[in-house]
């Protein structure tokens, strides 16, 4: 099955700066996912790339999708002491397993 | 409103104690799974439940059984606990399973904390 791995493990930056997330993983995908998890609570699933996609907008959050590098990046941008949380990547393909396997995450704290 | 409803979000209990937390989902889905996250080991998948009366072993099923019965619950239970098993469990659920559509987002429940000891 497909496991992304985030980087950096933790990052901390001033409310206001854009903060950028990679993920890596390893084989073909059919589309990868970005999560948020706030301390202690569920995953709030954020946006999906499909594989034949390069980059995708929703609100402050800009996703892009480098299959050739097996990688992705989420900007959030003018970010806000809210966006404190961490954040997965779950890359899928059809040719998977039935689930989805997370990492460990990149922990992002919004300093006010 | 369209939710993942764990139940209870708090438990401690004692060894052995057989105990089961509850997943209910209201959007028909057809795919429903649980995890465990526990520090420096991530997210891992314990079951997963394509559909009514259709369960498969995730990464870490030892000491758990799950049923699905109906489709929109699908129990947690832990027949015998051990402290072992002290964790934070999620129940999520999806449209569809990820070879018939693939990136069905996942949604999560707000998680049970359990405390074996």
């Known amino acids: 099955s497909q496991q992304g791995e985030e980087d950096p493990q933790a990052l901390s930056i001033q409310e206001g700066e854009n903060a950028t997330m990679n993920c890596s993983y390893k084989?073909?995908?059919?589309?990868l996912q970005w999560y948020r998890q706030n301390s202690g609570r569920g995953l709030v699933h954020l946006i999906l790339?499909?594989?034949?996609?390069r980059e995708k907008h929703s609100g402050r959050l800009r996703v892009t999708l480098d299959t050739s590098k097996k990688s992705s990046s989420l900007l959030i941008t003018a970010s806000r002491a809210a966006d404190t949380a961490s954040y997965f990547c779950?890359?899928?393909?059809?040719?998977?397993?039935?689930?989805?396997?997370f990492g460990q995450g990149t922990r992002l704290t919004i300093n006010p | 409103e369209a939710q993942v409803t764990q139940n209870p979000r708090y438990l401690i209990t004692v060894t052995g104690k057989k105990l089961t937390v509850t997943c209910s989902q209201n959007m028909n889905h057809e795919y429903m799974s649980w995890y465990r996250q526990d520090p420096g080991l991530g997210l891992r998948q314990i079951y997963y439940?394509?559909?009514?009366?259709?369960?498969d072993k995730g990464d870490v099923p030892e000491g758990y059984k799950v049923s699905r019965k109906e489709k929109r619950n699908f129990p947690l239970i832990l027949e015998s606990p051990s402290p072992n098993q002290t964790s934070l469990y999620f129940c999520?659920?999806?449209?569809?399973?990820?070879?018939?559509?693939?990136?069905?987002?996942?949604?999560f429940g707000n998680g049970t904390r359990l405390t074996v000891t």
């Open positions: 439940s394509m559909n009514v009366e259709v369960t």
């Open positions: 999520a659920s999806s449209l569809g399973t990820f070879r018939i559509l693939p990136g069905s987002p996942l949604h």
């Open positions: 779950a890359p899928s393909s059809i040719q998977g397993a039935q689930k989805l396997v």
């Open positions: 790339i499909r594989s034949n996609e």
């Open positions: 084989t073909s995908i059919n589309n």
